[in-house]
């Protein structure tokens, strides 16, 4: 992939799906602690306890989940999932460095 491409990679959203009341972010909610939930899931991205209006409004929070829907892209489903879930059991949730990368996207400045 050369420069260019890469750039306008990153500042494209890229087409999701929006599940509301998902029972796979409804696990990962109770998982992580965490009140609500987004749980991006190749190109569907799963809300619990959040409608997909309010997801939509925060706009760091999206840009978040668009960088994992790019990492679903770049790696494909099964590869990424399996990457994802070795990175996890190697240096959890937060260090995670699929997780790393999207909070770095959140600013929705690319370095
Ligand atoms: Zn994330």
Known sequence: MDIR????ESSV????????NSLLAKLASYKL????????????????????????????WVNHEMEH????RKYGLLKFIFLYLLESIRKGYYNNRFEVEARSAESGEME
Do not use: D, W
């Not at 491409?5 to 306008?8: A, D, M, P, Q, R």
């Not at 829907?69 to 679903?72: K, V």
């Open 33 to 60: 602690h965490a009140p609500r939930m987004a749980l991006t899931l190749g190109k569907t991205i799963h809300l619990y306890n959040c409608s997909a209006e309010e997801f939509m409004a925060n706009e760091r």
């Open 13 to 20: 959203r890229l087409p999701f799906t929006i599940r509301e």
């Open 69 to 72: 829907l790019r990492q679903f």
């Open 5 to 8: 491409e890469s750039v306008k």
